[in-house]
């Protein structure tokens, strides 16, 4: 049994965290879903580097530069033809797990984190463009965007829950994903191929990596590294014992009795960013079920090669409270540098978001002339 399907068997999905032109039509996506990947994840960032990083796509730009398309209606064609593609490949898995895998992810852009509205109405176009019934919209939970998922999860649109770092965070997300069923269960499906209740689904993504980044570099001002590369996972294991409660209640009880399905925790950012530490901790210390653990193309080798495979995600749990309990006694607000880095990842989107827009304009003017 292989690694991937033993973490299957325990309850973890893993999905691949890259998108690109030439791995769907070379066949590679397909055989990493055979070797049991069950879903893709992209954002900004993973498209400016396929798109903008390589020649895959000169072909289509030479093509649409004649039809006329604007930078933006080119990026738009490029990528949602990669969603496409992807979802068709990962359409068999969508079937056989009837709804529970099979997603791929498209993200909302980045500018519009902050405004609610445009937030839903964009999430919608982009779900009914694309008419792809395994398609997830990721969507930040931003203080705008938390009111936007319960919108869209009550159209029936599947939601993607981006940029997740604190708990109290975490709280909030679920709380809104839980009023969207309930509205849903009311009034049936809005958006156009949307949903029911019983097969509208979504994931909260939970950043991990980028959590020991920053806590350990307020560690080091503080001369003090007994807690350096733990508070992230320790963050992680308290936002699950928190989703194994809210998604046990009578409130959630409810729910399921009419066929919904749970808002899976993903973990996100689980490449290792600091050397010193295993190149798999963030896969072999967060492994339980009803989660997903989203990895790009590195973290996925190095876990087939020497992963460690048990459920790790409900041990230690008293040990992972003490820990943050700790970190507050060192005066380091862990709720402020989770809202820190929310705010820096909205940013950190919207810059390689740009910087793809602007790529393909250079490439628009240079093939145009070519």
């Known amino acids: 049994m292989s690694k ?3 973490l299957n068997k325990i309850g973890q999905s893993i999905w691949f965290d890259f998108i690109r032109r030439s791995i769907i039509t070379s066949g590679e996506l397909k055989t990493l879903v055979e070797k049991g990947i069950t879903g893709v994840t992209s954002n900004p960032a993973i498209f400016e580097k396929a798109i903008a990083g390589s020649s895959d796509y000169d072909a289509d730009i030479q093509k649409l530069i004649k039809t006329g398309k604007s930078v933006e209606e080119i990026y738009e064609a490029l990528a949602f033809e990669d969603i496409t593609l992807a979802a068709d490949v990962l359409r068999p898995v969508y079937e056989s797990t009837n709804g529970k895998d099979g997603y791929v992810s498209l993200e909302v852009s980045p500018h519009l984190a902050y405004d609610t509205a445009k937030t839903i109405s964009e999430a919608k176009r982009l779900f009914e463009t694309v008419n792809r019934t395994n398609l997830m919209i990721k969507v ?3 203080p705008a965007g938390i009111p936007a998922i319960t919108e869209l999860i009550g159209s029936g649109v599947n939601v993607n829950v981006t940029l997740i770092f604190g708990l109290e965070n975490y709280k909030s997300v679920a709380d809104a994903y839980i009023s969207g069923l309930e509205k849903l269960t009311e009034n049936g499906p809005s958006a156009a ?11 909260a993504s939970f950043f991990v990596s980028r959590v020991d980044t920053a806590v350990d570099e307020a ?3 503080l001369d003090s590294s007994d807690l350096q590369g733990k508070i992230a996972i320790a963050n992680a294991k308290v936002a699950y014992a928190e989703f194994n409660h809210i998604f046990s209640g009578l409130r959630w009880q409810q729910l399921a009795d009419n066929g919904a399905g749970v808002q899976r925790v993903l973990w996100a950012s689980t490449g290792t960013k600091n050397p010193d530490y295993s190149d798999t901790m963030y896969v072999d210390e967060l492994i339980g079920p009803h989660t997903v653990n989203t990895l790009p193309p590195t973290t996925l080798e190095s876990f087939i090669d020497h992963g460690k495979i048990a459920e790790t995600l409900t041990a230690g749990l008293d040990e992972a ?3 943050l309990a700790e970190l507050a006694d060192l005066g380091i607000d862990l709720e402020a540098v989770t809202q820190k880095l929310q705010d820096e990842g909205v940013v950190a989107f919207a810059k390689p978001f740009e910087a793809l827009i602007k790529s ?3 490439k628009r003017e240079k093939l145009s002339t070519a």
């Open 4 to 6: 991937i399907a033993e």
């Open 140 to 142: 930040p939970a931003t």
């Open 360 to 362: 393909i304009a250079q």
């Open 219 to 221: 560690l080091d001002e």
């Open 321 to 323: 409270r003490q820990q």
């Open 193 to 203: 191929n949307g949903h029911p209740v019983d097969k509208v689904a979504s994931v």
